[in-house]
């Protein structure tokens, strides 16, 4: 395998304190990298850099990890401009909302499926992103369910089975068989290709019993568990998420002090999606109150059709220092290594020795320009598994 040297890096965040400064970024300043194959296999002082086949001047600009985009809804059809323009114009939008996209999806082909998954994983990828989940939710039957799944395993080993989105508009008038639906034939048709399984916890989707059925049937598949918990409401989703060690309740908006102690005590991840709060002009999550607490918080898109159509980490960045009360250090870090920790990883999220070799060069000095230039595109470079993609 060869060897590629990236030097004169400004500032190289590795997410790791023993490498650097001493902080969770673990700053190296006048750094260097080098890649063999596709890990790291050192990283330290540019003037130390041993000697490689291959040498990258990243011209006194930054390096980062590559961000870890750990809650998105990509296995989707059509679009809801209308829904959103009648959202941001004080317009009340009556078309079907989150049917609208099943349906759209249910119509579409597999390989409009597919080509629309890679469209939006191009577009992540352009600006940073190296790693993604994706869930299924817009099919809703076994067969558009299991399909969906399918494709994604194409794209990612991170995979969520979100059988439980919404009840199924086909059981309208029986939420219950459509939980024995989801737990019986649905999961058996969709385990052998995913990791995970999720469910929407919250008034008008599943309740908490709801839930616990949902997640321990998948969990008796071999799937780990993932909570949409406490978006809309206060509710039973987060304390389930930590009572089953689910990797992460995704959305968080709504916390008692129960809530914020249960996540602080336990070791289910906060992932925090700002992009659902900008595209409803909802209420944002207090970041601030969680990380106090002691609590682990990742940032991720949700791309989604309905709620928080960006594909953007940065973006996502810019909003947690802006809106919720992050650091720009404490947002980078939960979109890289806080993002790794929801997926439960330890080889992506940082730039270590022994880490995969997913690194970002941005056109700036310093990786505080991404909340200080917000909506500029900074991203110059992009290394995936150690092969450079842009």
Not at 39 to 59: F, L
Not at 226 to 240: D, E, I, K, T, W
Not at 308 to 317: D, K, L, Q, W
Request: hydrophobic share 40%; glycine share 8%.
């Amino acid at each position: 395998m060869t060897t590629t040297a990236i030097t004169n890096i400004a500032s190289l965040v590795t997410n790791d304190p023993s490498l650097g400064d001493s902080s969770p970024l673990g700053l190296i300043l006048d750094a260097a990298v080098v890649i063999e194959g596709d890990r790291v296999v050192w990283t330290g002082e540019s003037r130390k850099a041993p000697a490689t086949d291959n040498a990258v001047d990243a011209g006194g600009r930054a390096v980062i990890p590559g961000f870890v985009d750990s809650h998105s809804h990509l296995l989707f059809a059509g679009d809801r401009t209308q829904e959103f323009n009648a959202r941001m114009s004080g317009r009340r939008y009556t078309a079907g909302g989150i049917r609208t996209t099943v349906a759209a999806t249910r119509a579409a082909t597999d390989d409009e499926l597919s080509a629309n998954v890679v469209r939006y994983l191009t577009e992540a990828l352009r600006q940073g992103t190296t790693t993604f989940e994706t869930k299924s939710g817009y099919g809703l039957t076994v067969e558009d369910e299991a399909r969906a799944l399918r494709i994604a395993a194409r794209h990612t080993d991170e995979v969520t089975y979100l059988g439980a989105h919404v009840v199924s508009p086909d059981y309208a008038d029986d939420p219950a068989g459509y939980v024995d639906l989801v737990t019986g034939p649905m999961l058996d048709a969709c385990a052998p290709y995913a990791r995970w399984v999720d469910v929407f916890c919250e008034k008008g989707a599943f309740d908490g019993d709801q839930a616990r059925a949902i997640l321990t049937a998948g969990m008796a598949k071999g799937l780990h568990p993932r909570v949409h918990a406490n978006q809309l409401s206060y509710g039973p989703g987060v304390q389930l998420a930590v009572e089953l060690d689910a990797a992460s309740a995704d959305h968080c908006t709504h916390l008692t002090d129960a809530d914020v102690d249960a996540l602080a005590q336990g070791d289910t991840v906060a992932t925090l999606l700002p992009g659902a709060e900008f595209s409803t002009r909802a209420d944002w999550p207090d970041a601030r109150r969680i990380l106090d607490a002691g609590a682990t918080v990742a940032l991720s898109t949700d791309c989604n059709p309905g709620s928080s159509f960006t594909s953007s980490m940065p973006f996502c960045v810019a909003l947690a220092v802006r809106d919720m009360g992050m650091t720009p250090d404490e947002a980078l870090w939960s979109a890289t290594a806080g993002g790794a920790a929801a997926l439960r990883r330890t080889d992506i999220g940082r730039i270590a020795p022994g880490a995969r070799a997913d690194l970002v060069l941005l056109d700036a000095p310093s990786h505080v320009h991404l909340a200080y230039r917000p909506g500029v595109p900074l991203v110059q470079a992009v290394w995936q598994r150690g092969v450079r993609t842009l």
